[in-house]
């Protein structure tokens, strides 16, 4: 969960109990926690609600668990999140926030915080991403020093889409990366869900992301013309493989990504049982220079598996 979960973890000088109370504890959240105060809960399987000052409510969901820490035993305080201070992410489904609370010595307490489940949730991802460091800092300070620490500024001129975009970057890569090696496994049903599952969701982020340009389009276009050939499903996958060496002609795209365009014709039409068509391909791939050496080495590799059949 790397990129769909933010991960803290922070020492703070007070016993495991007091800590809980400043986690769960109305009147220690107002002091630390932007002035938000439980309105509802929070009670083990129940809803809650927290509101900010003046009523508006801020973030509700469901208490999945609430086990306060004992002598020897960490506590855990389990929820569910959903933002409602803000439209846009209230739109976006609920996440998760988990919270790991373990005296591991005298006075000393270890707070760990996981924020999880934000793959459909970027503009949330991107909000509490740095935010979480602003109120766990904040809350070691209360517990420390009985202060609270200076209000905190939100920027509200600048728009969220620029991390947003750099979220489905990310995605994008983690996506991408298991492709090559599910397209060297043995077919089966599940080997294929999992190929097309990645392809798609590749496509889909990187149409999304931050720095986007046609030769991310192409690359996503091979990916689902490789999958869908993989997958039996050849006719589909000359469409994705087209659309890629479109995309390479119209935007003057060239070396390995133009060799990959044609690549993916050829085995798209292979298994389509059109054999000349195929060796044309392949002989286009193999004639589209590589100016990076070791690009150039990946490129006949690849090519070098068809070489059998079409060469």
Partial sequence: MTLTAHVYQIYIAADADQVWAGITDSEWTKRYFHGTAFVEGPTPGARYVTAIPGGSEAVDGVVEEM???????????VQTWHVLYDAAMAD??????????EQVGDGLTRVRLVHGDLAGSPLTWASVKDGWVWILGGLKTVLETGRSLPAATVDTGD???????DWHRRQGVEANNPIHALLEQPASAARDE???????????????????GP???????YMISRALTATDQAVRGLVSADRCLAICVEHGLDDFDLAYAHEARARALLALGRADEAASAWAAARAVEV???????????DLAVLEPVLG
């Avoid at 086990?67 to 305080?77: E, I, K, L, N, V």
């Avoid at 030769?215 to 276009?221: E, S």
């Avoid at 070791?294 to 490129?299: F, G, L, P, T, Y």
């Fill in 194 to 212: 999992d190929l097309l599952r990645h392809a798609y969701a590749a496509a889909y982020h990187w149409e999304r992301a931050a720095g986007r």
């Fill in 159 to 165: 728009d969220q889409r620029p991390a947003e975009g």
């Fill in 92 to 101: 976006e489904p609920p996440s998760r926030v988990e919270w790991t609370v």
């Fill in 67 to 77: 086990t306060p820490p004992s002598p020897g035993q960490a506590g855990r305080f």
């Fill in 291 to 301: 100016a990076d050496p070791e690009d150039r080495a990946i490129v006949e590799a």
């Fill in 215 to 221: 030769a991310n389009d192409a690359r996503a276009a």
